[in-house]
């Protein structure tokens, strides 16, 4: 069987999937998360940005509060970019081999979580999520608690869902059981077992058991 098509990527995440794939691995998901992760940080925003503009109209010419207001507003900012920007830059990567998470704006991180340990898939829909299109993945794996243990706000969690699984559990890429049924911790292929010794056709006898007198 071939292997998944290759994914027409944005610049961003193409970047990361250059960064941080190996030569031999392949995207089979990269994305952003859903814009609906933005909410909360829209709506803490938003009263401390009204606040401030209101300080600093109120009384133009009172040094204090116009200063205050002004600080509130550049807090406000900055807090809003930051989350924008983490956004902008979080991506969510699935590969033959591993599921990664790249985070960070100005120190990026890479959290990643290898095929073969991850025993189990769960797909949560919230109310919300059905309407807006967004769901969580949570990843059950062999071993200690992952970092990668749940994933939340990612976009089409439905297909996400069956190109993952079709990844994870079925023979449709890579042959066998699916990429997390064979190989290493990172998807290499298990060594052959070793071969016998050559010589008389890898034979080895034993010597006859004397008979009891």
């Given at each position: 069987m071939t292997g998944p098509a290759p994914l027409e990527l944005p610049p961003r995440a193409s970047k990361d999937v250059e960064k941080y794939l190996l030569p031999d691995e392949t995207a089979v998901v990269a994305?952003?998360?859903?814009?609906?992760?933005?909410?909360?940080?829209?709506?803490?925003?938003?009263?401390?940005?009204?606040?401030?503009?209101?300080?600093?109209?109120?009384?133009?010419?009172?040094?204090?509060?116009?200063?205050?207001?002004?600080?509130?507003?550049?807090?406000?900012?900055?807090?809003?970019?930051?989350?924008?920007?983490?956004?902008?830059?979080?991506?969510?990567?699935?590969?033959?081999?591993?599921?990664?998470?790249?985070?960070?704006?100005?120190?990026?991180?890479?959290?990643?979580?290898?095929?073969?340990?991850?025993?189990?898939?769960?797909?949560?829909?919230?109310?919300?999520?059905?309407v807006l299109g967004y769901g969580t993945f949570r990843f059950e794996s062999a071993g200690q608690q992952q970092a990668l243990s749940e994933i939340t706000f990612l976009p089409g969690a439905d297909v996400l869902y069956r190109r993952v699984s079709a990844l994870l559990f079925s023979s449709d890429w890579g042959g066998g059981g699916g990429a997390a049924s064979s190989g290493d911790d990172e998807g290499n292929p298990e060594p052959p077992p070793p071969r016998p010794p050559a010589g008389d056709g890898g034979r080895r006898d034993t010597e006859p058991i004397p008979r009891l007198p």
């Amino acid at each position: 069987m071939t292997g998944p098509a290759p994914l027409e990527l944005p610049p961003r995440a193409s970047k990361d999937v250059e960064k941080y794939l190996l030569p031999d691995e392949t995207a089979v998901v990269a994305t952003r998360r859903h814009w609906a992760v933005l909410i909360e940080p829209t709506a803490k925003f938003l009263p401390f940005f009204v606040a401030g503009g209101w300080l600093l109209l109120f009384d133009p010419d009172n040094r204090v509060t116009s200063s205050a207001g002004l600080l509130v507003i550049l807090g406000s900012l900055v807090y809003y970019g930051l989350r924008v920007g983490e956004w902008w830059m979080r991506h969510f990567i699935v590969s033959t081999r591993r599921v990664l998470l790249t985070s960070g704006v100005i120190v990026r991180t890479v959290t990643l979580l290898p095929l073969r340990r991850i025993t189990d898939l769960t797909w949560k829909e919230t109310l919300l999520g059905q309407v807006l299109g967004y769901g969580t993945f949570r990843f059950e794996s062999a071993g200690q608690q992952q970092a990668l243990s749940e994933i939340t706000f990612l976009p089409g969690a439905d297909v996400l869902y069956r190109r993952v699984s079709a990844l994870l559990f079925s023979s449709d890429w890579g042959g066998g059981g699916g990429a997390a049924s064979s190989g290493d911790d990172e998807g290499n292929p298990e060594p052959p077992p070793p071969r016998p010794p050559a010589g008389d056709g890898g034979r080895r006898d034993t010597e006859p058991i004397p008979r009891l007198p």
